[in-house]
């Protein structure tokens, strides 16, 4: 219980701390707006890193971008 409890503090001061809240897998194509910077620990990114992606446009064939960066 005192473990779930702390790991849950954890998690929110992580979200707290880069001011994101971070998913655990991908959203679907088309569904993060033009712009909006997201992030997703799934684990595909090395040690110390975490995935972000950039949503695109799928009427206008903008590819959201999707790239590793330094934890915060």
Do not use: F, W, Y
Request: proline letters at 6%.
């Amino acid at each position: 219980m005192i473990r779930a409890a702390l790991t849950t503090g954890l998690l929110l001061c992580a979200t707290a701390v880069s001011g994101q809240p971070v998913l655990k897998s991908e959203p679907p194509v088309g569904s993060v707006p033009e712009g909006k910077r997201i992030l997703i620990d799934d684990g595909s990114c090395s040690a110390g890193k975490i995935k972000e992606i950039i949503g695109g446009n799928v009427v206008k064939h903008i590819r959201r971008q999707v790239r590793c960066i330094e934890r915060k």
